[in-house]
């Protein structure tokens, strides 16, 4: 069974930058997507940005120019640079891994932008 952990999500001032790291094991296909995604409250889950195994990158209009999203390979890692945070960027973040055999979801963090 895959297992996705998340680290880096915490408190930050607007203003400030965060990042998110995701680590998966277990049996993983060599070709696959990772991203992440976020849920504020009352909102839909929503995409913030996801990277296939070649590079290949999506990001929400929201978040473009403020984060980047990258990838190890060999560590079967994502990362989420989050610049420039503020309040609206206030959600529970997901990771996720997905191929044409399954998908599977961290458990979430939590970011909160203070202003």
């Known amino acids: 069974q895959v297992q996705l952990v998340e680290s880096g999500g915490g408190l930050v001032q607007a203003g400030g930058s965060l990042n998110l790291s995701c680590a998966a094991s277990?049996?993983?296909?060599?070709?696959?997507?990772m991203g992440w995604y976020r849920q504020a409250p009352g909102k839909q889950r929503e995409l913030v940005a996801d990277i296939s195994t070649r590079g290949s990158t999506n990001y929400a209009d929201s978040v473009k120019g403020r984060f980047t999203i990258s990838r190890d390979n060999a560590k079967n890692t994502v990362f989420l640079q989050m610049n420039s945070l503020q309040p609206e960027d206030t959600a529970v973040y997901y990771c996720?891994?997905?191929?044409?055999?399954?998908?599977?979801w961290g458990q979430g963090t939590q970011v909160t932008v203070s202003s």
């Open positions: 277990g049996r993983i296909f060599s070709i696959n997507t």
């Open positions: 996720k891994l997905f191929s044409g055999f399954a998908s599977y």
